[in-house]
């Protein structure tokens, strides 16, 4: 597969740290004080964390904050410094700093650092989308729910200048995000915060749930949770509605759009049709919040719905893997399999394993957790999950290019070790507390 000209950047903490990346002494801080394997990988995924925390720590870019970085290891200068890919390189190696990895502190310091300077808009508020290209492209509430996510697991983490980003990000979303009437999240405005976006998306929905849980547990306000439990009735009802499938487009009056992006089937952000991988999400977070905080008894059916569906509908039953995208009767669309999917299905059959007992779940989360280690798990370059894979399981790169992302795998290795609340860092500080 070849890949753009690139500048070699962050390769070496990796590198020195020995071609296995990680130390077996690195492997008993990361998971000694958690609970006991329930599913027979705890050494693999023990494995696969250090090597995740070095690929994320290996993200650092020579200008500030973090970079795109390619399967090589190396970092693509053309992809610039998204907001997102930093924010969650923050939250990763914050989880790295509460198990006790070298270092990896002092990287949150530098990432929220570089969040409060070349990031952040000190004229209009908010944060640029790319660092790199200050003043361009819109804010938007993706991007600003990671900024809350880092800001939120730094605060954990007890980072200095985790909470004031914190605070600063979740104002920046009530005040620009936060549609008050509909208890749902505007999608973006432009730089300059005058017009706002008329669509609206289940993605930056999604991710603003994840963010307001991270941030109820941090501050101990559960104000986050009661918005995140309106978002979650709202989406999870649409899904009902639909047969169990997530609605991803809306209007601005959040009317579905069934035929947003149709000539844009692939679109990494917001692709035609059906996502099964946010039915996978949705699922985790919906029982996330049901374990944390008063919510629907019928949220453990819209999660059972949602996964069951996505599972029938997505999975190759001959070969492995699972589809990106179908459409509104659950026909495959894009069969290109992203590595992001594979975890959020392992991820939904561990929450719904916690949830219910029942063995199926925990054969689901077998499969999935399987396939990730034999398809996307690249062995001569520990850390670097593929992102894509061909319908046929050959790693390509339509849509994604290289290895930019840490952050769905790590918390597929690390999540299956903890119970469903509070959410992860809480309780990799609870148990660290408990040490």
């Known amino acids: 597969m070849n890949e753009p000209a690139v500048v070699a950047a962050g390769l070496a903490w990796t590198t020195e740290r020995s071609a296995a990346g990680v130390s077996s002494t690195d492997r008993v801080q990361l998971f000694g004080q958690l609970s006991a394997d329930a599913y027979g990988d705890r050494a693999w995924r023990e494995r696969e964390a250090g090597y995740l925390l070095g690929w994320a720590a290996g993200s650092a870019s020579p200008a500030g904050g973090f970079g795109w970085r390619l399967s090589t290891g190396a970092l693509d200068p053309t992809r610039g410094r998204p907001l997102w890919v930093g924010c969650r390189m923050i939250h990763c190696l914050a989880l790295g700093h509460l198990l006790g990895h070298d270092g990896d502190g002092a990287r949150v310091d530098a990432g929220i650092a570089s969040l409060r300077t070349e990031h952040q808009d000190q004229e209009h508020g908010g944060w640029f989308a790319d660092a790199d290209r200050p003043g361009e492209g819109r804010k938007e509430a993706y991007g600003h729910a990671f900024v809350v996510l880092a ?118 952000f917001r692709p035609y049709g059906a996502t099964p991988g946010h039915a996978f999400e949705w699922a985790r977070l919906v029982l996330t919040l049901r374990a944390a905080h008063p919510a629907p008894e019928w949220f453990l059916e819209a999660a059972v719905g949602l996964v069951d569906t996505a599972w029938a509908e997505a999975w190759d039953v001959e070969r492995g893997g699972l589809a990106y995208t179908t459409d509104a009767h659950g026909e495959p669309v894009v069969r290109e399999r992203f590595h992001w999917v594979a975890c959020e299905a392992a991820l939904a059959a561990w929450a719904l394993h916690r949830a219910t007992g029942e063995d199926r779940w925990a054969s689901m989360y077998a499969a999935a957790m399987g396939f990730l280690r034999d398809h996307h798990v690249v062995a001569e370059n520990p850390g670097a999950w593929w992102h894509e894979l061909s319908e046929t399981n050959e790693r390509i790169a339509l849509t994604w290019i290289g290895s930019p992302d840490a952050y769905h795998a790590l918390q597929a290795v690390l999540l299956p070790s903890l119970e469903l609340a509070p959410g992860l860092a809480a309780a990799l500080a609870a148990t660290r507390q408990g040490q």
């Not at 973006?188 to 976006?197: H, M, Q």
């Not at 009802?237 to 992006?261: C, I, K, Q, T």
């Open 151 to 268: 800001g939120a697991s730094a605060t954990v983490a007890g980072r200095p200048g985790g909470r004031q980003l914190l605070d600063e990000a979740l104002a920046v979303v009530l005040e620009r995000f936060w549609d008050a009437e509909a208890q749902m999240p505007f999608e973006s405005w432009d730089v300059a915060f005058t017009e706002l976006e008329d669509y609206r998306g289940g993605n930056a929905a999604m991710h603003l749930v994840e963010a307001f849980l991270a941030a109820a547990d941090a501050t101990g306000d559960a104000a986050w949770r009661e918005r995140a439990l309106a978002i979650c009735e709202r989406m999870m009802s649409g899904a009902r509605d639909l047969g169990w499938r997530v609605p991803e487009h809306f209007d601005a009056r959040w009317r579905v759009l069934p035929d947003y992006n149709i000539d844009e089937p692939r679109h990494p």
